[in-house]
């Protein structure tokens, strides 16, 4: 399997000729969504799902399937399938689980809104949120960023979850010297294989 980062949270997933795409938000290229199969977006905000992306790219290939949960399914239209934590379904020929549920606290119970995370054939993309799942993830894609995420609980989230290996994403809003700082911190304290790839590069995963 092959993995590409994009731009902010958007990673894109290839075997063979089958592509995957998660979180191609307003942030992230147009390119990310080239050739793909199957798309699945975690929740509701545009940092995560670029409306007109999907629109050109479901154009462009009227078979593109998309899975996220219902509520949004349903704003998004025709052809949306629902999924709900638990599920366990194909994407792009990939098997996918459906984890967590709602997106992480910033203040007074806001945003309040949906999140799925979803684990791609051992690969976990959490979302906005810091759900540990109660399965063995290989990859770990952990956010790097964000108004609700602080440096240690970033550093709590992959001890929690114990990946073989992790990548920062959800990094658009950190500065060079940002970035540099949370990789330091997560190779040192992290317990795990921790690297960045550049944006628009990839990594093999065995």
Not at 70 to 88: F, I, N, Q, R, Y
Not at 96 to 117: K, Q, S
Not at 151 to 173: C, G, K, Q
Not at 182 to 199: N, Q, V
């Amino acid at each position: 399997m092959r993995l590409t980062k994009y731009g902010h949270a958007c990673v894109r997933l290839e075997a063979g000729d089958r592509v995957l795409v998660i979180d191609p938000g307003t942030l992230s290229e147009m390119e990310s969504l080239s050739d793909a199969d199957a798309l699945l977006i975690t929740h509701e905000h545009d940092d995560h799902i670029d409306v007109d992306k999907l629109r050109a790219a479901r154009a462009g290939n009227p078979a593109l399937t998309v899975h996220t949960y219902a509520s949004l399914a349903a704003v998004l239209g025709d052809g949306v399938t629902a999924v709900a934590p638990g599920d366990t379904f194909s994407a792009a020929g990939f098997t996918v689980r459906a984890v967590g549920g709602e997106h992480a606290e910033i203040i007074d119970g806001l945003p309040g809104c949906p999140n799925l995370g979803f684990i791609v054939d051992g690969v976990y993309h959490p979302g906005d949120s810091l759900f540990v799942p109660d399965q063995a993830v290989d990859t770990l894609l952990v956010p790097a960023s964000g108004p609700w995420l602080k440096l240690a609980e970033a550093i709590e989230f992959v001890r929690a979850v114990s990946p073989a290996r992790a990548f920062p994403i959800h990094d658009a809003n950190l500065s060079e010297v940002g970035r540099d700082n949370f990789d330091g911190w997560l190779e040192e304290k992290g317990r795990t294989d921790y690297a960045r790839i550049p944006l628009g590069g990839s990594v093999n995963l065995c």
